[in-house]
């Protein structure tokens, strides 16, 4: 439209964004479309054109400004103005009793308060900032504390408000809320990558994740994700409401999807037997689900149970559903040798739908517990998606044997290398000692860029393989030295993925010690001795002039760690690789190396027995959150236990050592004094 009366381009700005918000609906949300592609984008193309032409009509709800933001080079850190929560999980029906009981012993008005039920998607959790009706930022849920900024791709979510409708609202807030992926969309992405020859996405949670985390925000908003808001965080300004479900109907009046199966119940009879609904709907729903959410619905009581540990509320918690069993049938047991040169047994079933996902291997841990279930190839057995995400095998089925069965057979030797197996003493794992064994450094590096290590994007198994074939790598420190013109030669390497992927790698170079030190993998350092290390000796370099005694005195690591952090250092080849690595730039600090300042600041503390009001994982919780330790078994280095009833062979050992004995009442006075 040429330059004509401001009135007409208003009228045809405002018949537009109707236009293009009714396609939007219909494709992302009914999932049936109106108008093809090429309307659509004629459409899109005269408003944006026009919010040129007449600046003034642009306004931050319109559809152009959902899209459109360039691709970012890496996600910067976004701190939430409020913690967002963990909640604690019950897996039966007696644990949600307990949970109920304990808040009633610190609210005795819990029992009457009602409570509200809502399911609980399995999606990626996110935080919306508004500020006067308008969204600020978008970010995901990260550590609880600090987030990575993903505004540009949370606004291509239909779903998400740009500007509230309606009101009042709060003049500052944080909705929260989770992304999902719907299961028809999902089935479609993969449909279409299997059309395309790419590897299909393993779950609508995963890639929903990975969606939100997508450099340029145009890959992000063909996904056609979804979101349910279930909670706000007040920052400035009032709610002026009484309950959770009051805070529900007003999400809903803001113009934010919320879970339409939401229930009230008086009590927890009323609860329980919501739940056996939402457990014969699980077949029907259009989204992954793997629990239902219970509140307490009175917002005064939120305040008066509180947060444990500033992460996981007491008024809530999530009662996880009963995993799904599949039976199929054991083709064959394969080994992977893994990082470490543990071998490690899997199972290759014939392809079966375990909770939505089509499952064709199954983890069997080590030969000792395939003997123990005396499971057999060509059995059938039951699997299960272990916490809804590794597959795992019950069992097999004997009754349905035919005699063509086989039993498993540990190999000797490792079908990577060849090289003799070893078993160590008192250790169920046979390890493949050879350093140089192509399948532990396909499996050391893979760990290494993993999450929670370095965290190093888009360095999976089919890449690390690509560039060990090509010779561009032999161990983790030569990802340091790639370059964009090396990986451009390479099949399946394009100028963007391969920038996106040296970019990826520059970035890991700022993870923290702790992350360093699991990505290492030492043998026995998870992540969270790697953080009593790094916290403990603050940098690479002390650690690795610390003495064996030295590792060993650190609350929580014992003498086999001490040992395996002792021999990884003494070892020429590692050291060789750490300088390399040192060189390369890598961080060897721990931020906040001095350690969480509280009132238990360098203290240990061992639970034992049942306390009268807090959980062993509220009390832990709360130890932590005070800058304690908790550790799993009392010796000299052991500062305090903390003893309920039935306290058993722990508190006998700490009086015999003389170690402080309090209960629980003391443990809340030294937590709550201020330091």
Avoid at 54 to 59: A, E, G, N, Q, R
Avoid at 537 to 545: E, I, N
Wanted: charged share 25%; aromatic share 6%.
């Amino acid at each position: 439209m040429s330059a004509g009366s401001g009135a007409q381009a208003a009228r045809r700005v405002a018949a537009l964004r109707t236009q293009i918000d009714r396609a939007n609906h219909a494709y992302y949300i009914e999932d049936a479309p109106e108008i093809s592609d090429a309307e659509y984008d004629r459409l899109f193309r005269e408003l944006k054109q026009l919010e040129d032409e007449y600046p003034d009509l642009k306004t931050p709800d319109s559809p152009t400004q959902r899209v459109g933001a360039p691709p970012a080079s890496a996600f910067t850190k976004h701190p939430h103005l409020r913690p967002m929560f963990s909640l604690a999980n019950a897996f039966d029906t007696d644990e949600l009793g307990e949970w109920e009981a304990r808040n009633a012993r610190l609210a005795p008005a819990v029992r009457n308060a009602g409570y509200v039920t809502e399911i609980k998607i399995d999606g990626a959790a996110v935080s919306l900032t508004y500020a006067k009706g308008r969204l600020v930022t978008g970010a995901t849920r990260g550590n609880g504390v600090v987030g990575e900024d993903i505004t540009a791709n949370l606004k291509t979510i239909a779903d998400v408000p740009l500007v509230l409708k309606g009101g009042p609202h709060p003049t500052v807030m944080e909705v929260r809320g989770e992304v999902y992926f719907p299961l028809t969309s999902f089935a479609r992405l993969n449909r279409q990558r299997e059309a395309d020859g790419e590897p299909l996405y393993a779950n609508p949670r995963n890639t929903a994740a990975g969606s939100l985390r997508q450099l340029d925000p145009a890959i992000t908003r063909k996904r056609r994700l979804r979101l349910f808001a279930f909670h706000v965080e007040v920052i400035t300004g009032s709610l002026g409401f009484a309950s959770q479900w009051e805070v529900l109907d007003a999400l809903e009046a803001w113009g934010f999807p919320v879970e339409a199966h939401r229930a009230r119940s008086e009590d927890l009879a009323g609860v329980i037997e919501k739940i056996s609904e939402y457990e014969a709907l699980l077949a029907t729903l259009p989204f992954e689900a793997d629990g239902v959410v219970v509140k307490v619905d009175r917002l005064a009581l939120h305040e008066e149970l509180g947060i444990i540990g500033g992460r996981e509320p007491r008024w809530a918690i999530a009662r996880k559903f009963a995993p799904e069993v599949a039976v199929t049938r054991l083709r064959d047991i394969k080994i992977n040798v893994g990082r470490t040169g543990a071998l490690n047994p899997y199972a290759v079933l014939e392809p079966v739908e375990v909770g939505g996902v089509t499952v064709t291997n199954a983890t069997l841990h080590n030969d000792q517990l395939i003997a123990q279930k005396d499971i057999r190839i060509g059995d059938w057995v039951e699997v299960v998606r272990a916490g809804e995400v590794i597959p795992q095998i019950l069992g097999p089925i004997p009754e349905r044997r035919d005699g063509s069965e086989q039993p498993f057979q540990m190999p000797t030797a490792c079908p990577a290398c060849g090289t003799p197996t070893e078993r160590p003493p008192d250790e169920v794992m046979r390890y493949c000692p050879n350093v140089s064994c192509p399948g532990r450094i396909l499996e050391g590096i893979v760990h290494f860029a993993s999450g929670g290590a370095m965290d190093i994007r888009g360095l999976g198994y089919e890449r690390v393989r690509q560039l060990l074939d090509a010779g561009l790598i032999e161990n983790v420190g030569d990802l340091y030295q790639l370059s964009v013109d090396r990986l451009v030669s390479l099949e399946r390497f394009a100028d963007q993925s391969a920038t996106q992927l040296v970019e990826a790698i520059a970035a890991s170079k700022r993870q923290p010690l702790s992350a360093l030190l699991f990505a290492l993998g030492i043998r026995h350092v998870g992540k969270q001795s790697a953080q009593l290390l790094a916290e403990r000796f603050q940098t690479m370099d002390r650690l690795r002039h610390a003495s064996r005694e030295e590792s060993s005195d650190v609350p929580g690591i014992g003498p086999t760690i001490a040992d395996a952090v002792a021999g990884f250092f003494r070892d020429p080849k590692n050291l060789r690789l750490l300088d390399s690595l040192e060189r390369a730039g890598l961080s060897m600090e721990e931020p906040g190396a001095a350690g969480k300042a509280g009132p238990l600041s360098g203290k240990s503390y061992v639970l034992t027995g049942t306390l009268p009001t807090l959980s062993r994982s509220e009390a832990t919780k709360l130890i932590e959150a005070a800058g304690g330790k908790v550790i799993g078994s009392v010796g000299k280095k052991t500062h305090c236990v903390v003893a309920g009833e039935s306290a058993g062979s722990k508190l006998d050992k700490a009086r015999a050592l003389g170690i402080e004995v309090i209960d629980e009442a003391m443990l809340l006075r030294r937590v709550n004094q201020r330091s």
